[in-house]
């Protein structure tokens, strides 16, 4: 079975500064799907970003990115001028892709990230 | 378009009740996930639907949880004889899963249902 460790239940960054969350993760699989999530107090979680395995180029969606060490088994999550928006729990999640249709995720057990003005 | 919709938000029951979680996904959408979030942690797989089909349960806790996607559309997530280890978030997700559609399998999350049984 799949796991996904987050190593750091809380973090916290000044206002515009870069804070990067840890993930690791240990799987047998070739073939699968990484993901962060960020779920804010209103508890709708919601995708940042993500990474095939195949795909050695590091996904990047505007402030956020990764980086992604397969032969480590890292994945982990950098936020770039941080804003009091993205305070939120943020976990990291695997999917295999060996069972197209069957997308379940499996979750880290999320890093608090607050934000100081 | 409308999100995922989950109701109640909040539901309270007492030991041993009966309880009902709805689940409105996105329209279109095939498939469908339920997970469950214990207080500070992540969220765990529950089941999973394709269009009416229950493709895998292997999450459930116990038979006393059971799921049913009749249509297609519409889930219920239904808990019998509720415990007070049942306490969590219930929350819904569902993707568009069109095969060779890249990114068709990014799940989109409801605001959860919280279930506190007393």
């Known amino acids: 079975a799949q796991t996904v460790t987050q190593s750091q239940p809380e973090m916290s960054v000044q206002e515009a500064e870069t804070v990067t969350l840890s993930c690791t993760y240990d799987?047998?699989?070739?073939?699968?799907?990484l993901f962060w999530y960020k779920q804010p107090p209103s508890r709708q979680m919601i995708l940042v970003i993500r990474q095939e395995a195949y795909k050695q180029q590091n996904a990047t969606e505007n402030r956020f990115s990764v980086n992604f060490q397969k032969a480590a088994k890292s994945f982990s999550l950098k936020i770039s001028d941080s804003q009091l928006g993205d305070a939120a729990m943020y976990f990291c999640a695997y999917r295999s892709g060996a069972n197209f249709g069957n997308e379940k995720l499996t979750f880290g057990t999320g890093t608090r990230l607050t934000i100081i003005p | 378009g409308a999100g995922v919709s989950q109701s109640p938000r909040y539901k309270v029951a007492k030991r041993g009740q009966d309880v009902a979680l709805r689940c409105d996904p996105i329209?279109?959408?095939?498939?469908l996930f339920w997970y469950q979030q214990a207080l500070g942690q992540g969220p765990e797989f529950l089941t999973y639907f394709q269009n009416e089909a229950q493709l895998d349960k292997s999450g459930l806790p116990s038979d006393r949880f059971f799921a049913e996607r009749p249509e297609g559309s519409v889930s219920t997530l239904k808990i019998q004889r509720t415990q007070q280890e049942d306490s969590a978030v219930y929350l819904c997700?569902?993707?568009?899963?069109?095969?060779?559609?890249?990114?068709?399998?990014?799940?989109?999350f409801g605001p959860g249902t919280r279930l506190t049984v007393l």
């Open positions: 799987t047998s699989e070739s073939d699968y799907y």
């Open positions: 997700a569902s993707s568009l899963a069109v095969r060779g559609g890249r990114g068709t399998d990014t799940q989109y």
């Open positions: 329209s279109g959408h095939v498939s």
